[in-house]
T-cell receptor, first 116, second 114 residues
Framework: DGGITQSPKYLFRKEGQNVTLSCEQN?????MYWYRQDPGQGLRLIYY???????QKGDIAEGYSVSREKKESFPLTVTSAQKNPTAFYLC???????????????FGDGTRLSIL | GENVEQHPSTLSVQEGDSAVIKCTYS??????FPWYKQELGKRPQLIID?????GEKKDQRIAVTLNKTAKHFSLHITETQPEDSAVYFC?????????????FGTGTQLKVEL
């Protein structure tokens, strides 16, 4: 799915530092999502946004923040409050608005975050 | 909230055999069930999906079945090939206010042996 770009591919966080992961899509999708993937586990939803300037918490939002100022962009900030940030972070998007049923989510290539 | 359980966690088959992965979900309001394939270090890729108004869907060697009464759905891969080796995730989705929240299973590591 070349239309969803995540950067950087690898990111290192120091103690007490906030870091921001970028997610950009050129698919004109309405909805965007952030997931966290730990080894041996499935993907868990952090935050999602269905429309510009609006977003909702997922199942594991504590220690994370997001913004949705533009339709194309949905950055995720991992704050110092997130004590175990080491994971693979995946961004996804889908066409959802004004559709009568759920639409497929398509993923970016992910960002691997580690603690220094 | 929704809970999705997936079995088995690992599956080894011989090339040419069939593979079956099963998932159960807890929320009867879930109405969309995608399956994703993820190769090591790469993005999950949608391989097939099914909606709650359909009992079965097939795409070449891949098929998915859904039993709404029992709240379970399964992925069937026939004539497996080495390139089918990957981790497969099932998911269930409830439509919520214009968007959809996906809850994923914990994944099945499929290994196709020559």
């Amino acid at each position: 799915d070349g239309g969803i770009t995540q950067s950087p591919k690898y990111l290192f966080r120091k103690e007490g530092q906030n870091v921001t992961l970028s997610c950009e899509q050129n698919l004109n999708h309405d909805a965007m999502y952030w997931y966290r993937q730990d080894p041996g586990q499935g993907l868990r939803l952090i935050y999602y946004s269905q429309i510009v300037n609006d977003f909702q918490k997922g199942d594991i939002a504590e220690g994370y923040s997001v913004s949705r100022e533009k339709k194309e962009s949905f950055p995720l900030t991992v704050t110092s409050a997130q004590k175990n940030p080491t994971a693979f972070y995946l961004c996804a998007s889908s066409i959802d608005r004004d559709r009568p049923s759920n639409q497929p989510q398509h993923f970016g290539d992910g960002t691997r975050l580690s603690i220094l | 909230g929704e809970n999705v359980e997936q079995h088995p966690s690992t599956l080894s088959v011989q090339e040419g055999d069939s593979a079956v992965i099963k998932c159960t979900y807890s929320d009867s309001a879930s109405n969309y069930f995608p399956w994703y394939k993820q190769e090591l270090g790469k993005r999950p890729q949608l391989i097939i999906d099914i909606r709650s108004n359909v009992g079965e869907k097939k795409d070449q060697r891949i098929a998915v079945t859904l039993n709404k009464t029992a709240k379970h759905f399964s992925l069937h891969i026939t004539e497996t090939q080495p390139e089918d080796s990957a981790v497969y995730f099932c998911a269930a989705s409830i439509r919520s206010g214009g968007g959809n929240k996906l809850t994923f299973g914990t994944g099945t590591q499929l290994k196709v042996e020559l």
